[in-house]
């Protein structure tokens, strides 16, 4: 399908208002408890001597960092993108000096490190990751080699051996790469994935009010039927009283002209009453299965393409097609593989139905290349890109396809309990004269009939009294 927009959110526009100042300095406060409690301990129980004062001087300075903030801003704030990599900065470098005084790498604490990075992977676009992530590697490096030494109170110094002081370092480098790789993998996924959604309910949102605008319609012409008809008969009997008596009586005149008026106030009444709630035509909500194929494949009947329907009973079934619920779903989600089907197909598309007392399956199919083989397992993800050939790239210059669309039709149709498999009809790497005629893209959809099929009092009372929604 032909989809535009963003695959990756961490690639568009710089994504501002992302981060809320208060869960940042939430944590710098646990930090700052944190390093204090240790600072403490390693002080007093087991008599390291440090550099104290400045040891609490660097915590002091996280400690008035969120002082300031907190008074500057309000709780509520959200960070956009540099602020949220400076306050990450800070953090860092905040840290590192901290590590300087207390022992560089011989300190096990050099592991929180990990911490500023792994936050700028899940919130920050890729350069600031990069910036956060390569300072974190020369901090790393620069406190292997630079540090203030620990000492006992008899003033032995505690040192790791030069093995595990390499070890370390290798250790946290590829914890900074791997972290901040894994964790924006995750994000990323995460944030597509939200996308996709929100595109999915836009689209359903979108269907339902086209199917709440057939309904006002239906009732439109109902109900404005009879106004509209007494309106046209008094005004012909006006126009005769008129042509034939130039001394007809005024007050019957009269008389005619105020009902011509109540009726059109009743079909501006009725009018600004289905504007205001809409009416619901029963009939609508439930059709016979190729009525409902019918209506999702109606915009691409004239793209180029042949629609082929082919409609059976499977072996035993009863002959007469199911009449089904005719949701907005299942309007949506068919017309979004059927218009897979015609961009890809070479002349053909193949919509067949088959039922029987438990199920109702329905393929979809075209005579076109059919999917990629490397990408059918991952049928259904949204923002999925491969790259394309320049032979590809010719023959459709316009198609930026992401998979948005067949994650659309999955998710709304699994919505109304369905189940899609996706396949190809031949082996792409046959020959042209080898492949059968039905050899590109295969969608076959199955519901369980007792779900999908309507009840007989559905079918009964379809033809109801048109009832307001409620309000």
């Known amino acids: 399908m032909t989809e535009t927009g963003p695959a990756d959110t961490f690639q568009g526009s710089p ?58 801003y309000p ?42 990075v792994t936050i700028a992977a899940t919130a920050l676009r890729l350069n600031a990751v990069l910036i956060v992530g390569a300072l974190a590697i020369v901090m790393v490096t620069l406190l292997s080699f630079l ?31 791997f972290l901040a790789l894994y964790a924006r993998r995750v994000a990323t996924e995460i944030a597509a994935m939200g996308n996709a959604l929100l595109a999915t309910q836009l689209a359903l949102s979108r269907e339902q009010k086209l199917t709440d605008l057939g309904g006002v319609v239906a009732a439109a012409a109902h109900e404005l039927g009879t106004p509209l008809a007494t309106i046209k008969l008094v005004s012909s009997e006006m126009v005769d009283e008129l042509d034939s008596d130039e001394d007809c009586d005024g007050a019957a005149l009269i008389e005619d002209a105020r009902l ?12 600004r009453s289905m ?44 002959r ?53 083989p490397q990408l059918i397992g991952r049928i259904g993800d949204p923002y999925m890109r491969r790259r394309r050939s320049p032979d590809e790239r010719g023959k459709r210059p316009e198609y930026e396809g992401m998979g948005l669309g067949l994650f659309i039709a999955k998710t709304l149709l699994e919505r109304v309990g369905a189940e899609l498999t996706f396949a190809n009809g031949s082996d792409p790497f046959l020959a042209a004269g080898e492949r059968p005629e039905r050899c590109g ?31």
Not at 26 to 49: D, E, K
Not at 355 to 371: F, P, S
Request: net charge negative; glycine share 8%; hydrophobic share 50%.
């Open 147 to 177: 540090y203030l030494p620990l000492r006992t109170v008899d003033g032995a110094v505690l040192r790791v051996p030069g093995t595990f002081i390499f070890g370390a370092w290798i250790a946290i480098v590829i914890g900074v790469s």
């Open 75 to 116: 709780a509520n704030r959200r960070l956009n993108e540099n602020e949220t990599l400076a306050m990450l900065l800070f953090d860092l470098g905040q840290l590192a000096f901290l590590l300087f005084l207390t022992g560089g790498l011989h300190n096990p604490f050099a592991l929180l490190l990990l911490t500023p």
């Open 320 to 372: 007469e097609q199911p009449t089904v619920h005719r949701s907005p779903e299942v309007i949506h989600g068919l017309r979004n593989l059927i218009q897979n089907a015609v961009d890809f197909a070479a002349e053909n598309v193949w919509i067949e139905a088959r039922w029987n007392a438990e199920q109702i399956t329905l393929r979809i199919i075209d005579d076109g290349e059919g999917y990629p």
């Open 441 to 471: 893209a295969i969608v076959e959809v199955t519901w369980n009939r007792g779900r999908f099929a309507a009840s007989e009092e559905e079918i009964r009372g379809a033809l109801g009294q048109n009832q307001p929604f409620a309000s």
């Open 275 to 318: 504007g205001r709630a809409g009416k619901d035509d029963k009939h609508i909500h439930v059709a016979p299965l190729e009525a409902v194929l019918q209506e999702a494949a109606e915009p691409h009947q004239d793209r180029g393409k042949t629609l082929h329907f082919d409609l059976q009973a499977s072996p035993g079934a009863t």
């Open 15 to 72: 994504r501002a208002n992302w981060i809320r100042l208060r869960t940042l300095i939430v944590l710098r406060w646990v930090a700052v408890l944190g390093q204090s409690v240790a600072l403490t301990i390693a002080y007093v129980h087991y008599g390291l001597r440090l550099e104290v004062g400045l040891c609490f001087l660097a915590v002091g300075a996280s400690v008035t960092a969120n002082l300031v903030l907190m008074m500057v």
């Open 260 to 271: 011509i008026g109540e009726q059109a106030d009743r079909c501006r009444e009725i009018l």
